[in-house]
């Protein structure tokens, strides 16, 4: 049987080995490097987008104690 137009494997062939250990190693990778972006980002995405809206909220806040 052809799945995709390649013929099977050979009995003893290696393809299928080499395949999945390139599949798996390739994984790994992805996964570490999302982790590492995401501790990466984490400084960042505080400082552009919770500092402001912490601050707005602050503001907020005091101008309503003042207000009051």
């Known amino acids: 049987m052809v799945h995709y137009g390649y013929e099977p494997f050979e009995d003893g062939s290696r393809v299928a080995l080499n395949l999945a250990t390139s599949y798996a190693i390739v994984k ?7 982790y590492s972006t995401c501790i990466w980002l984490t400084p960042k995405m505080a400082e552009t987008i919770i ?3 912490t601050e707005l909220f602050k503001r907020i806040t005091i101008n309503k104690i003042k207000n009051s």
């Open 51 to 53: 500092g402001p809206i």
């Open 28 to 34: 790994v990778g992805e996964k570490k490097n999302n």
